[in-house]
């Protein structure tokens, strides 16, 4: 099982609608949980990053830990093409020298 | 943040050569790390660049294959030496830029392609 699971997608949406991503993680000691965009041919650009549970807000952009169910959320409200990229959720290894565990990378395309 | 540039962007090599990618920061930084990231896929970390001392690598990577520098807080290099096809690969540099550790920031990356 990985340490990390992220569905790759495509996810294709209409502008404008709510954009969900996800992943789940398998190991308890995760504390910080990181949202990175990347898009093609670029290297991936720091969203967002969260510690413990709970919810942080950045503009159009909701972070959502729930470390009961080891459950991490993205929502992207009024969606735009600009957003068409790959999100990828990442968490540092406290135990491995906090070395980044990266999920697949969903890809997500807004249709205008 | 940090500005990080990559040289080169891109490169199409033959099989059994060697490539040395440059990785340049605009600030003195903590930490350098080298990725991986093969099509379709996410990344995969090659090893923490140290400054003055061997790089660590990660499982399946070895110094022999993926010799690193880092001979200041600024800058590193990524070899990938005599590749094959199967090194065809976006590689990518990243660095953490201060007491957030966990902030970390990539580079543009250098696409490589092995025939």
């Known amino acids: 099982q990985k340490e990390v699971e992220q569905d790759p997608g495509p996810l294709s949406v209409p502008e404008g609608a709510i954009v969900s991503l996800n992943c789940t993680y398998s190991?308890?000691?995760?504390?910080?949980f990181m949202w990175y965009r990347q898009y093609s041919r670029k290297g991936p650009e720091l969203l967002m990053y969260?510690?413990?549970?709970g919810n942080k807000e950045d503009g159009r952009f909701t972070a959502q830990v729930d470390k009961s169910s080891k459950y991490i959320s993205l929502f992207i409200r009024d969606s735009q093409p600009s957003d068409s990229a790959t999100y990828l959720c990442a968490m540092p290894h406290m135990e491995y020298g906090n070395k980044l565990v990266f999920g697949a990378g969903t890809i997500l395309r807004v249709k205008s | 943040s940090a500005v990080i540039s990559q040289k080169p962007s891109r490169d199409i090599c033959q099989r059994g050569t060697s490539l040395t990618i440059q990785c340049q920061v605009d600030s003195q930084v903590t930490m350098m790390f080298w990725y991986r990231q093969q099509p379709g896929q996410s990344l995969t970390l090659i090893a923490t660049a140290n400054q003055g001392s061997e790089a660590t690598y990660e499982s399946g990577f070895v110094i022999d294959k993926f010799p690193i520098s880092r001979p200041n807080l600024t800058f590193s290099t990524l070899t990938v030496s005599n590749m094959s096809p199967e090194d065809s690969s976006i590689y990518l540099c990243s660095v953490v830029t201060g007491q957030i550790y966990n902030e970390q920031f990539f580079g543009p990356g250098t696409r490589l392609t092995v025939l």
């Open positions: 969260t510690y413990s549970s």
């Open positions: 190991n308890s000691a995760f504390q910080y």
